[in-house]
């Protein structure tokens, strides 16, 4: 067996999704919570029904850090009031991410700063240091309920990024140095998503040939990127409380292209990885389709 690791589903918080990770083993599930607000009651319902049981939530997808004027503290406090007391220990992981950023606001924050070449960079530490503003908030809601907050690294960008009108991109989280800074300065560990690491290791290694605006990439950010999506992990596996594993190709930016099964040709990654994790680390596999969550537990017996 490749991982001995405790494992989980991620899933929507959708009846139909919750059977099917039931049907295929899984106990344990991590929930993306929806846009539109559950109460308690219709998430234990849930759980009760499949008989299953949530060790960690994801915030909603539109319920995002580093954009001050997008921030909702107190969408943040109801989720946190809401899963509470549904872990089935006493402490249980909420799952963060941050914002992405249309790439005209962040041309128009370089156009506003014509002769500041280090603008980009100044952006990127403006945003991550609104994260670690934003994550002090947060631990202070959570922390008397018991939930610990973890901080996922980020893709390049938001689904559909090459579409007309859909070009959004992750400004920050997306290499360890970022989430290093996040780390030091909360008390938010990591959520290792291998899937948004291998992209980003990809992108920026490609860039050390290639310079170009078209990823927001700063100098600093192009030279000090990991080769690949196992050293992006070592970098942070000291902090990293969870991991996300699966596969992605390209830009990652359609389901097709990202959490999708890994190809044997992508079994040497596996072994590497396989060898640097913490197996007391939860590993949870995205439960995109039933036919990919077959396939992706595969990876835990080749």
């Not at 959708?14 to 099917?20: A, D, S, W």
């Not at 997008?70 to 914002?99: K, Q």
């Not at 950023?101 to 370089?110: C, I, K, P, R, S």
């Not at 860039?207 to 992990?233: C, G, V």
Request: charged residues 25%.
């Amino acid at each position: 067996m490749l991982f001995s690791n405790p494992t989980a589903a991620q899933t929507e918080a959708e009846l139909h999704q919750l059977h099917q990770v039931a049907d295929q083993g899984f106990k344990r599930t991590v929930i993306q919570l929806p846009s539109s607000r559950y109460n308690r009651e219709e998430l234990l319902n849930l759980f009760r029904i499949t008989d299953t049981k949530p060790i960690a939530f994801r915030a909603p997808r539109e319920l995002t850090l580093g954009k001050a004027k997008n921030f909702n503290e107190e969408a943040w406090s109801y989720w946190f009031h809401t899963v509470a007391s549904l872990y089935p220990d006493d402490a249980g992981h909420f799952i963060c991410h941050g914002s992405a950023v249309t790439l005209g606001e962040l041309f128009e924050f370089l156009d506003q700063r014509p002769r500041n070449f280090n603008a980009l960079h100044d952006y990127k530490t403006q945003y991550v240091e609104t994260v670690i503003d934003q994550l002090k908030r947060l631990e202070a809601i959570a922390r008397p309920l018991g939930i610990r907050l973890l901080l996922e690294n980020a893709p390049m960008g938001a689904p559909a990024y090459f579409e007309p009108g859909k070009g959004r991109i992750c400004p920050a989280l997306r290499t360890p140095r970022h989430l290093l800074r996040v780390t030091e300065a909360t008390e938010t560990r990591i959520c290792f998503d291998a899937a948004h690491a291998r992209i980003t290791s990809n992108v920026f290694t490609y860039m050390h040939r290639s310079r170009s605006l078209f990823a927001a990439a700063t100098e600093k950010e192009i030279l000090n990127a990991t080769r690949d999506w196992p050293q992006f992990y070592q970098q942070i596996k000291e902090q990293t409380a969870m991991v996300r594993l699966s596969y992605a190709v390209s830009w990652g930016d359609t389901p097709q292209s990202l959490h999708i099964p890994f190809p044997e040709t992508a079994y040497p990654e596996l072994l590497e990885f396989a060898e640097t994790l913490n197996p007391r680390i939860p590993v949870v596999l995205p439960s995109t389709t039933e036919k990919n969550l077959r396939e992706m537990m595969k990876t835990f017996v080749n």
